[in-house]
């Protein structure tokens, strides 16, 4: 699923590392959702989003719109 983790990471200057700590995961899931080869949980859809602060719309690409 396209999406603009890495990039939303990257604004915020946060290490992969980081970024899963605050989301409870692993630096290797980060890099999976990163490089989509890996699609997130609805949950860790969710707390992604709120992690950023935005709707989850504008970080995930809708595949079947």
Known sequence: MKNRL???RVERGWTQEQLGQ?????????????TERHDPSLDLA???AATFGR???????????
């Open 22 to 34: 605050a989301l409870g995961v692993s630096r290797q899931a980060v890099i999976a959702l990163e």
């Open 6 to 8: 890495k990039l939303l």
């Open 55 to 65: 709707p989850v719309e504008d970080i995930f690409e809708n595949p079947h719109a």
């Open 46 to 48: 969710y707390r992604i």
